[in-house]
């Protein structure tokens, strides 16, 4: 009971509270720490819906059955925050600012855009300035003892090997997003490429910035720095295989189960790393406490930690893929448009040329066929 012992009576604020990571942190939080003061979360109203429409949505999940079932009072310690992490200060009321301020303890800043095609600008401010304003943020507040920042395994594609330390920076995180304040979005959309360099694409970039601003804070604040690897369904609780999105490989399986995504333009013998959430939630919470734990008795360095499956369980794309089939000759899915499967291919010329024939002409001959009969396409 050492860890519950840590964060009882503490009051807690998490960024990305909603999404895929801040939902199985909440209910982990909840469940096993239940003595937790309050979890503040910060939330933007959205599609029509106020911050507590869209914590009620949160918690009718099922991910959260179990707590409903048999301590549906933890469930109020959850309080919304009206914030968005894509503007500047995090779009906080001074009110709930100050709130901040006075009580909480712990900041577990999980928010982040995911989205791999996000436009610079945008991806500058959800992952690199929002952490800025978050350690801003921390900053004022007297009773922190963790600053905790879920960073990214793929941050460091271009290391060979990644070590649990910080890099030197390729560029100035200041002047980046002065930068992205300052410029235009077409301009600096043409400047994308070359700001990118050798990255793939705005996620890693931004959030490889994001741990330079951790790194610059945390000589005055008490940080931590997570990695997580590709991060999947649970593995076993709150209960086995849950998911809420079809990001990374589920949705890859999914699209080739139905018989929609016929081709991969991917080397089948490269290896991907995945970490089930409910595995990496763990680990969050466990390094939080110990660095919480050296906070109290004032150690004031940076610690990194790579949250990986890699030394344990490796699987390649082409084992992925037949794995996928496997399963759904097994469990066949719903409203399937063609025989599950899909071929990888490294040849970019070969790919277009399976684009074209495994999916844009049987795509026009569907639609053709809808039209004839007066049905809408697809």
Same mark, same amino acid.
């Given at each position: ?14 960024? #990305? ?52 079932? !048999? ?12 914030? $968005? ?10 009110? $709930? ?24 600008? !945008? ?41 649990? &330390? ?17 410029? $235009? ?11 990118? #360099?050798?990255?793939?694409? &705005? ?53 080739? #189960? ?55 369980? &490796? ?25 599950? #499967?899909?071929?990888?291919? &490294? ?32």
């Amino acid at each position: 009971r050492i860890i519950p012992a840590f964060y009882a009576g503490r009051s807690i604020l998490i960024s #990305g509270g909603t999404g895929f990571l801040g939902k199985v942190l909440c209910e982990k939080l909840l469940r096993s720490c239940p003595d937790i003061a309050e979890i503040f979360i910060l939330i933007r109203p959205k599609k029509g819906l106020s911050v507590n429409e869209r914590l009620k949505k949160m918690l009718d999940n099922k991910l959260f059955d179990i707590l409903r079932s !048999e301590r549906p009072s933890v469930l109020n310690k959850i309080i919304p925050i009206i914030g $968005d992490v894509g503007l500047e200060g995090l779009g906080l009321q001074p009110i $709930d600012r100050e709130m901040l301020i006075e009580k909480v303890s712990i900041i577990f800043h999980v928010a982040a855009s995911v989205r791999f095609d996000e436009s610079l600008r !945008e991806a500058i401010f959800n992952n690199t300035r929002s952490t800025r304003d978050f350690c801003v943020l921390a900053e004022e507040m007297k009773k922190l003892v963790v600053l905790l920042h879920v960073s990214s395994t793929y941050t460091q594609t271009d290391k060979p090997v990644v070590d649990e &330390t910080l890099y030197p920076p390729d560029l100035d995180w200041r002047e980046v997003i002065k930068v992205a304040e300052s410029i $235009d979005e077409h301009t600096l959309r043409s400047f994308t490429a070359k700001y990118l #360099g050798t990255m793939p694409n &705005t996620y890693t970039f931004t959030k490889r910035l994001a741990e330079q601003v951790i790194s610059d804070y945390s000589k005055s604040l008490p940080c931590v720095i997570i990695r997580p690897s590709i991060v999947v369904s649970t593995a076993t609780e709150p209960l086995k295989g849950w998911l809420d999105n079809f990001n990374g490989p589920v949705g890859m399986l999914v699209g080739g #189960g139905k018989g929609i995504l016929r081709v991969l333009f991917v080397d089948p013998i490269v290896t991907s790393d995945f970490m089930p959430v409910d595995v990496a939630i763990k680990a969050i919470i466990i390094v939080t406490w110990q660095r919480g734990i050296k906070t109290i008795i004032e150690d004031n360095t940076i610690h990194v930690y790579n949250c990986s499956s890699y030394d344990v369980k &490796t699987i390649n794309i082409k084992n992925l893929v037949e794995m996928g089939y496997q399963l759904v000759e097994q469990i066949p899915l719903e409203n399937i448009i063609w025989s599950p #499967g899909s071929t990888t291919t &490294t040849s970019r010329s070969f790919y277009y040329f399976l684009v074209l024939i495994m999916h844009i002409l049987p795509a026009l001959l569907i639609d053709g066929i809808l039209m004839l009969f007066g049905a809408r396409p697809m």
